[in-house]
């Protein structure tokens, strides 16, 4: 059996509003006041091959950043767990858990908050490969130049601070202070968004190249269809907590199984869609703190039925390397 | 088209006086919008797109300043309106929807009550009726049940649903043109969607000329009639939205187009534009694009006239690239 380089089995996350003193109390006299639980991620698994691109879509509040920091480390699962290598991550310690959250590193969205105003570029990239004894103090400036040159960025530049660099370069930065650590898997959580298209290209084709060079895996999260459809090998649509669709890009562009992807594609804004006559999908996303019934997606789906309403529909194998999650499936 | 366009802007020039010097927000940018029509202007962040918008409305503040051109609303130049004209005008005649629907609601007033403000400001109508219009503009951007709805304050409303909400503001007074800037970036796609769709609706039914700000040519190529696509401040290129597509002739139009991933280009490099956009302090002298243009030589540090080689089509470029594009 080959191991993947990430398995996530079953994984959820909850994120629980507790309630407040004022709130018990008032419950105590005989309020109804509920703690608020939002299920951000809801029984997710899927798998990654090494060196594969996987791109993770959804709209705000899908839960693609949330399961994006789970994988990265940053928050842990309320249930489930993450297996990187075959090694379950989610209940180590010690150095085990050190080594386990290097492999992975994540590059954020926003290259303006996510890099420390105060510190110089050298330092940003340098200090977490001292500390993790990847190379010694004595040898940090040409460690640090040497993942400059490799992201794009001059060298001459490091002694800089980040508000001395362009939104562009500040990502190239952040992509530097990743690769420092010599991970094997790079979570990107919408990591073009807030560049513009010309910078847009130059940051995609960096990915690219590094992935060729440094054999990495990538877990892309977007909700760029265009730019997931461009960089990933395989897609993973999320609606309201819950995988909705997973297929290899190809066959996804050309042949949709669930309504959601359906309408989604159809939305997605093309050069060589011109004069289009929109037809939209109904209805807006609904809030992850009340989710319909059934399938999530029943409010807004033209091929709802009774079922929908009630059943969760499980995700299953349509075709070869293909799941989807609707009723539908069953129909046909 | 025989008809009069709605808006002419003429060698419109608008600069922001710094203390590190006069920057060139825009410099010298032409163009029209007839009746009915909606026109993208494309550009990347700085590029002077949104200035623009403000400059048509009268909204530059200081440091800014328009200092040279025309805006010709129906005729009329709104360079020379004094601010009473101007106050006339905005949000009744014209109307601007920005890219942020929770910074252009008031959080603290009912969306009724800041509608109904909006028609009686600029006529003399009675509250009823003014009710009844914002009911039906609410209805009309496809909000679902808009009596109830109208009721409630800008928080009570999601992201598209607020944004609706600008846009059925800004069509209260039945303006002759809208200038939206970036207004459907901050939404999602299935969103997007829908709003786009009102847009385009609304153009084709009333007659309002349009004018869509944004940096997403993918956007701007299933929306708008034609484009002008700005860089530095000057518009390099414009024409029918086909054909500029189709044909791009301005090599960062090209470079552009070519950097948007799409279908087929998986496992291919993007093409990239090499560099970064330059300071408006800083500009090369002659064409702004020269220092990441392929084709950049000595003729283009001299100042690139506007040439027009097919009718509609304007280009500020001494190198077209024609052969490449056909």
Not at chain 2, 6 to 16: A, D
Not at chain 2, 129 to 138: G, I, P
Request: glycine residues 8%; proline residues 6%; aromatic residues 6%.
């Amino acid at each position: 059996m080959t191991t993947h380089m990430l398995d996530i089995k079953n994984i959820s996350k909850q994120f629980v509003k507790r309630l407040d003193v004022v709130a018990k109390l008032t419950n105590h006299l005989g309020a109804k006041n509920k703690e608020e639980v939002v299920h951000a991620v809801d029984d997710v698994s899927f798998s990654i091959a090494k060196g594969e691109v996987v791109g993770l879509v959804g709209e705000s509040g899908c839960g693609k950043s949330t399961l994006g920091r789970m994988v990265a480390g940053i928050l842990t699962p309320s249930d489930g767990e993450i297996l990187v290598k075959g090694r379950d991550v989610t209940n180590t310690d010690g150095k085990e858990a050190v080594d386990a959250a290097l492999q992975v590193q994540m590059i954020f969205q926003d290259p303006f908050a996510s890099l420390n105003p105060r510190m110089r570029v050298e330092d940003i990239i340098g200090e977490a490969p001292v500390v993790h004894g990847i190379i010694p103090a004595s040898q940090k400036a040409a460690y640090v130049e040497e993942v400059m040159a490799r992201v794009g960025l001059d060298p001459e530049f490091r002694r800089r601070y980040p508000h001395q660099f362009s939104g562009g370069q500040r990502q190239r930065i952040g992509i530097a202070r990743a690769l420092a650590v010599k991970p094997e898997f790079l979570v990107c959580d919408e990591s073009i968004a807030a560049l513009d298209v010309s910078i847009q290209a130059q940051v995609i084709n960096l990915f690219m190249d590094l992935r060729d060079d440094l054999d990495l895996t990538y877990l892309f999260i977007s909700h760029d269809l265009s730019v997931v459809e461009h960089i990933s090998d395989r897609v993973v649509i999320m609606y309201l907590g819950r995988i909705v669709e997973v297929s290899p890009t190809d066959e996804l562009f050309e042949k949709t199984n669930h309504p959601y992807t359906t309408a989604l594609l159809n939305e997605v804004p093309r050069i060589e869609n011109r004069g289009l006559d929109y037809q939209p999908i109904s209805g807006e996303i609904p809030s992850p703190l009340d989710p319909p019934s059934g399938c999530h997606f029943h409010p807004r789906c033209p091929h709802a039925m009774d079922r929908c309403r009630t059943e969760l529909p499980l995700l299953q194998e349509v075709s070869t390397g293909r799941f989807a999650a609707c009723h539908l499936m069953d129909e046909k | 088209m025989t008809e009069k366009p709605i808006l002419e802007v003429e060698n419109l020039e608008t600069h922001f006086f710094t203390k590190a010097g006069p920057a060139k927000a825009i410099d010298n940018v032409s163009f029209t919008v007839g009746k009915g029509e909606i026109m993208g202007l494309v550009g990347e962040s700085g590029s002077g797109k949104s200035v623009t918008g403000f400059s048509i409305l009268g909204l530059v503040d200081a440091p800014g300043e328009v200092v040279g051109g025309k805006v010709l609303f129906k005729g009329e130049n709104l360079i020379e309106a004094s601010d009473k004209r101007l106050q006339e005008l905005r949000g009744n005649k014209i109307s601007m929807i920005f890219q942020d629907p929770m910074m252009t609601l008031n959080p603290v007033l009912r969306v009724d009550t800041q509608m109904i403000e909006t028609i009686r400001a600029h006529e003399k109508v009675d509250k009823e009726t003014a009710r009844q219009r914002s009911r039906d503009a609410l209805a009309q951007v496809g909000i679902p049940a808009a009596e109830e709805r109208m009721r409630a304050y800008p928080h009570q409303f999601s992201g598209g649903m607020r944004q609706r909400v600008a846009i059925a503001i800004a069509l209260l007074n039945k303006p002759d043109l809208i200038i939206a800037d970036e207004p459907t970036t901050a939404l999602d796609v299935t969103i997007q969607g829908q709003i786009l769709y009102e847009a385009q609706k609304l153009c084709r039914e009333t007659g309002t000329a349009l004018i869509w700000i944004t940096h997403d040519l993918a956007v701007v190529a299933g929306l708008a009639d034609k484009i002008s696509v700005m860089y530095a401040g000057r518009i390099v290129e414009q024409g029918d939205i086909d054909d500029v597509l189709d044909h791009p002739v301005h090599p960062y139009t090209i470079g552009l187009l070519g950097s948007v991933p799409g279908h087929n280009t998986r496992g291919t490099r993007l093409h990239q534009i090499p560099g970064m956009t330059p300071s408006l302090f800083n500009l090369p002298k002659g064409c702004a694009f020269q220092t990441r243009c392929p084709f950049a030589d000595t003729t283009c540090t001299e100042d690139q006239a506007i040439t027009r080689p097919i009718p509609g089509r304007a280009i500020r470029c001494c190198h077209p690239q024609r052969e490449a594009a056909q």
